[in-house]
């Protein structure tokens, strides 16, 4: 397996533009992670998914953030309209059984937004 | 707010010596784990220890856990400067599958 895959690895777009970031876990793993990293704020959990449904998504910060899980094998975290605070580290991470195994991250898309 | 917290914030030491590295958490759990980050990568899973263990080693780290003190150290021994990394813990509460990071601490190894 190629691991978590993330894209884009960079974005870069300007306040108000709708932002889609895409995460694919690894097969078979049944429990999906976002996060968002910052200097100030450390690692956000934001919403985690059990078999695709979201079961936690107090983690996220406002109504223009939302995530999906349409299937097993994707998932998306859109932010609409953005704005230059959401600037972050985004990654998303999967693991088989939730926070009693090891989580496997993706390498993380950088979002800049100006 | 997160449950686990690092001490200290950064560390640094000269290659060989030992590393340690502790972390408090809030609410009792299932599961601790070590997760260390290279600069500009995502996290890698160092160690797992459960909450009805006391001790892990796995190589140079060893971990410790102290469910009456909600706290766990990880020790890194004879360190090499490729160990320069943030070292985050992180933990699943009781009856949670939610995996909640610390605030890391950042360890420089000077060659």
């Known amino acids: 397996d190629a691991g978590v895959i993330q894209s884009p690895r960079h974005e870069v777009t300007e306040m108000g533009q709708e932002v889609t970031l895409r995460c694919k876990p690894i097969s078979g793993h049944d429990y999906l992670f976002w996060y968002r990293q910052t200097m100030m704020r450390g690692l956000e959990l934001l919403i985690y998914f059990n078999n695709n449904v979201p079961i936690d998504d107090s983690g996220m910060p406002e109504d223009r953030f939302s995530a999906k899980m349409p299937n097993a094998s994707f998932s998306t975290l859109k932010i609409q309209p953005s704005e230059p605070r959401d600037s972050a580290v985004y990654f998303c991470?999967?693991?088989?059984?939730?926070?009693?195994?090891?989580?496997?991250f993706g390498q993380g898309t950088r979002l800049t937004v100006v | 707010s997160q449950q686990g917290e690092e001490d200290p914030q950064a560390l640094s030491i000269q290659e060989g010596e030992n590393a340690t590295m502790n972390c408090s958490y809030k609410?009792?759990?299932?599961?601790l784990q070590w997760y260390r980050q290279n600069s500009g990568r995502g996290l890698v899973h160092l160690i797992l220890?459960?909450?009805?263990?006391r001790e892990k080693h796995s190589g140079r780290l060893r971990v410790t856990l102290d469910t009456s003190k909600k706290s766990s150290s990880l020790l890194i021994t004879a360190s090499r400067a490729a160990d320069t990394a943030s070292y985050f813990c992180a933990t699943d509460a009781l009856n949670d599958y939610k995996l909640s990071f610390g605030a890391g601490t950042t360890v420089t190894v000077r060659a």
């Open positions: 609410t009792s759990i299932n599961n």
């Open positions: 991470a999967s693991s088989s059984q939730g926070g009693s195994t090891e989580a496997f």
């Open positions: 220890i459960r909450s009805n263990e």
